[in-house]
């Protein structure tokens, strides 16, 4: 009698757990979709378009079928993202084109305000235009959509004020020096060594586009970086345009260091070094920027499949694919990222999203306080 007793109750215990539990459950599943539309309704009524299920994505993909964008990765790590993605998504087919600097986004802007860019289902951005490209944009609210895990994107790659725009990538700037010219003890341990005597006359290479002294900024402040900059142009720099020149310069031995070349093309360049003197190092701050900028156009044909492309480009694999291929060049934030790695711990003058719009307006700044060196270009 006792022994069925225990057992009953045993049954009864078991009956009241499982109860819980599914009724628990059900409360949880209630409460996630009653949070999925409050952000739905929230953001259709700011004018967002806001798709309720990763399937509801998946779905409008299969329908469409293919995906064209226009991209700034290079193409070997295009081709290693368009494999791996099309081994997830099979039934899309994606195509690109290269789209590389200033001039280039240009001309695609005027395009795009002339309505003639209509090819596109989703395009890179440049931070120098940020603002203007925010008309020709698709509002897909891709910062709600990551909060409700409908996207797998890590929220911090999403603009927080135009939630349409994601980044996929960090650019930071060091300094590149051939250790065979310059001993490591005599290399700047901080910013303030490029204005000692000894780095003086030639001593030492800067790019005329000044994209590494404009990302002072958030460290220094305005004042604080064109105070910098003069004091640079003060040295009396040579002056080059574009970091591989100055890689062939400093490998070549003409010339011993360089300040703010892009530090993911120093690395590059050391990789291919068969002198081995190529050296990169990295000075705090680290001066630092959120780059390749996405939107889904508003004129896509196929949007569904950009979001597939977004989230898969964010996602680990994808991350560790830029890496790879674009050396170094993965989000600053995102889990386990090599970016993410190179820079943990350290201080960080970092161009980012509330600060983005400025790009432009940093770089003129900086270029003015250089005294507009187009003349010295090259020399």
Not at 55 to 65: D, F, M, P, Q, Y
Not at 223 to 228: D, K, Q, R
Not at 362 to 373: C, N, V
Request: proline share 6%; hydrophobic share 40%; charged share 20%.
């Amino acid at each position: 009698m006792q022994r069925s007793f225990s057992r009953m109750a045993k049954l009864v215990f078991d009956f009241t757990a499982l109860a819980l539990w599914i009724t628990g459950s059900s409360l949880f599943a209630a409460s996630a979709a009653t949070s999925v539309l409050k952000a739905k309704q929230e953001a259709e009524a700011q004018g967002y378009v806001f798709p309720a299920t990763h399937e509801e994505i998946v779905l409008a993909a299969k329908k469409e079928g293919k995906l064209r964008v226009l991209t700034s990765l290079q193409p070997k790590t295009f081709k290693a993202m368009a494999a791996s993605f099309k081994r997830h998504y099979p039934f899309i087919e994606v195509s690109a084109e290269e789209i590389i600097g200033p001039d280039s986004h240009h001309r695609f802007l005027l395009e795009a305000k002339a309505g003639t860019a209509t090819g596109w289902d989703a395009f890179n951005m440049a931070p120098e235009f940020y603002p203007e490209y925010i008309p020709h944009g698709k509002k897909f609210d891709l910062l709600k959509m990551a909060l409700q895990k409908i996207l797998a994107i890590p929220p911090a790659m999403i603009d927080p004020k135009y939630r349409s725009i994601i980044s996929l990538a960090t650019t930071i700037y060091g300094v590149g020096y051939n250790r065979n010219l310059i001993p490591e003890n005599r290399v700047p341990k901080n910013w303030e060594d490029f204005l000692k005597p000894e780095f003086k006359r030639k001593r030492f290479l800067l790019d005329v586009r000044p994209t590494g002294l404009a990302n002072f900024v958030p460290a220094l402040g305005e004042e604080g970086m064109v105070n910098y900059a003069r004091d640079i142009a003060l040295q009396e720099p040579v002056w080059t345009r574009g970091s591989s020149r100055g890689f062939v310069a400093l490998t070549g031995g003409e010339h011993g260091l360089f300040l703010l070349p892009f530090y993911q093309a120093c690395l590059r360049s050391k990789e291919k070094d068969l002198s081995n003197s190529l050296q990169c190092k990295l000075i705090e701050p680290v001066p630092a920027m959120l780059r390749n900028f996405n939107t889904i156009a508003n004129t896509a044909r196929n949007p569904y499949s950009g979001l597939l492309w977004f989230e898969f480009q964010a996602s680990v694999e994808g991350q560790k694919i830029i890496d790879e291929y674009d050396g170094l060049n993965s989000f600053i934030y995102a889990p386990n990222s090599g970016m993410a790695k190179a820079t943990q711990g350290k201080k960080l003058s970092l161009n980012s999203w509330d600060t983005i719009q400025n790009t432009g307006k940093w770089e003129q700044m900086a270029f003015k306080a250089l005294g507009f060196p187009r003349g010295e270009e090259g020399k």
